[in-house]
């Protein structure tokens, strides 16, 4: 053991990543059902840091690790947060807000009580949340490392304990859920019934039903591209997408009949492809505004998203990683398959150009001064800045010729990494302090981070549902929301199996979070005094 320690002590790099693969092969392990995942990390390298306190992370990797958590988060939830503060998303996010501010007076005042350190408070409150970026902000207030220990001891209960909640919540509740809509229907119209002989293609388009878009015509026993030029006549086809059944059947009932095989069997003169998006120049731009190769006519009919499909509007903006169904003439297909890329290996990579300068005006957003009358000046830090810099950007999506999405696997391995080094870091920096506090405190603490995390848990589900009476699904995101963890999130998507909870989550964690960051700060300044 003296030469693990040893060892370990002289290589804290070696250290670093012993607790990154052992975190990750700890946090798989399933008992009930309930599994750390990627939060095992944190005590992992706990157990390094008590067994070779001078294996002590220096310098400011953790930092690099969080700013690239939360710049992830940012990119990929910027526009659902933003349409979540108005409407309906304006009270999810009130009742989050509520709950979370009941969370943090449960913490101080128990803690008052029984004489608990502020810094084992902070910590509490944020380990509760399961929040990195409020467990740094309490980091850069106390400027010890006594949150990291009531943010270790309050973790696992922050992630079991909104898991139970929902478990429970939902056999008492019992809802029902309709099946989830498919977002991508096609049919073939043969046409009986025109406006007046002569009606134009273009014409007729701007009839149809919301949702509905003409992808391919056939004349003369010959399949066309959709030229609003085009003049129809009776027993003219019509291959139509439509985001829902019902706008598909509207359309066949106004123009004729649903006619199947007779444009899909001919690939004579054109044929469908399906391409990878994989050039950035195409990101962030609306289809009606997307650049096409010169010559070459074609029509998008079909984008899958992940693992959704999509009927293109003229707002839609793709994205890398996008699968689009293209009609093309047969000539042109391998132009067309250039134009758009159609390599898997974009997946992986983003604009590093993009990603510097988000991260340099996030880090330079968190040194500005904000003035509170009455109470001094906080900063957003590390926790507040990149996050809301990243939430703008990922609204924009694009600025000029600087496109600030990115492939969701870049963006997985990026805020997965980022954390990992995280609570990597903080583990290994806190090991020794960690068993000193657990061994004279630690029941007190850990039945007080369980009472901050069952506040807030138990404020969202039983107001938002018996007094606001909100829906089931956006209810559980809510919460997942307020309390933080992915893993909470995934939990409720079994509950609750629709798209609602993914939104609800991505509306509430941005504005929970840089909210829990603040609150830490002026906590600090009222009891420390600056």
């Known amino acids: 053991m003296d030469f693990i320690s040893d060892l370990l002590g002289a290589q804290p790099i070696l250290t670093l990543f012993l607790a990154v693969g052992l975190g990750y092969a700890v946090g798989q392990i399933t008992v009930l059902g309930f599994s750390l995942g990627i939060g095992a990390v944190l005590f992992v390298g706990l157990f390094l840091g008590a067994i070779a306190p001078k294996a002590a992370i220096s310098g400011p990797i953790g930092l690099i690790g969080l700013v690239m958590f939360l710049y992830g988060i940012g990119i990929l939830y910027g526009r659902q947060f933003f349409e979540g503060?108005?409407?309906s998303?304006?009270?999810?996010?009130?009742?989050a807000l509520v709950a979370v501010a009941a969370g943090l007076a449960v913490a101080l005042g128990l803690g008052a009580v029984f004489d608990v350190k502020l810094g084992h408070t902070l910590g509490l409150f944020a380990g509760a949340m399961t929040s990195t970026a409020t467990l740094q902000a309490a980091l850069d207030t106390m400027k010890n490392g006594e949150p990291s220990i009531g943010y270790s001891v309050a973790y696992p209960f922050g992630v079991i304990g909104p898991i139970l909640c929902f478990y429970f919540m939902t056999r008492k509740v019992q809802p029902t859920f309709p099946p989830k809509p498919l977002r991508f229907h096609m049919?073939?119209?043969t046409i009986e019934n025109l406006p007046e002989a002569g009606t134009t293609l273009g014409q007729l388009m701007a009839t149809l039903p919301a949702g509905v878009q003409v992808s391919s015509v056939r004349q003369e026993h010959r399949n066309r591209l959709p030229d609003p030029a085009i003049e129809l006549r009776r027993g003219d086809g019509l291959m139509i997408a439509a985001e829902t059944a019902a706008a598909l059947q509207d359309a066949a009932a106004a123009l004729g009949r649903l006619d199947p095989g007779r444009i899909a069997k001919d690939r004579t003169d054109v044929n469908y492809h399906r391409f990878f998006v994989s050039k950035q120049n195409l990101c962030g731009v609306p289809l009606s505004d997307l650049p096409m190769p010169a010559g070459v006519a074609m029509q998008i009919v079909h984008v899958r998203r992940y693992d959704v499909d999509l009927v293109p509007s003229?707002?839609?903006m793709l994205e890398i990683g996008d699968r689009v169904g293209v009609i093309v003439a047969n000539d042109d297909a391998a132009r067309a398959r250039a134009h758009f890329g159609d390599t898997v290996k974009s997946a992986g990579d983003f604009s590093y150009v993009s990603l510097g300068f988000g991260m340099v005006l996030g880090v330079l957003l968190g040194l500005i001064p904000i003035p509170i009358p009455g109470v001094g000046t906080v900063t957003?830090?590390?926790?507040?800045g990149p996050l809301i810099v990243a939430l703008i950007l990922g609204r924009l999506r694009r600025t000029g010729p600087i496109s600030w999405v990115m492939p969701l696997p870049a963006n997985i391995v990026l805020r997965n990494f980022g954390l990992t080094l995280f609570l990597a870091t903080v583990g290994i920096n806190s090991g020794q302090a960690f068993v000193r506090t657990v061994a004279s405190q630690g029941p007190l603490l850990l039945i007080i981070g369980a009472l901050v995390l069952l506040t807030t848990v138990a404020i969202v589900l039983l107001v938002g549902h018996f007094l606001l009476k909100l829906p089931y699904d956006d209810l559980l995101g809510v919460a997942s929301g307020a309390t933080g963890n992915p893993a909470i999130l995934v939990y409720a998507t079994r509950m609750a199996p629709t798209e609602r909870p993914d939104?609800?989550?991505a509306m509430i964690f941005p504005s929970a979070t840089i909210v829990k960051v603040v609150a830490v700060q002026v906590i600090g300044?009222?009891?420390?005094?600056g």
């Open 503 to 505: 939104i609800g989550y």
């Open 85 to 87: 503060l108005k409407g």
């Open 187 to 189: 049919g073939e119209i």
């Open 89 to 95: 998303g304006l009270v999810y996010n009130l009742l």
């Open 525 to 529: 300044l009222l009891v420390l005094g």
């Open 314 to 316: 003229p707002d839609l």
């Open 380 to 384: 957003l830090g590390i926790g507040g």
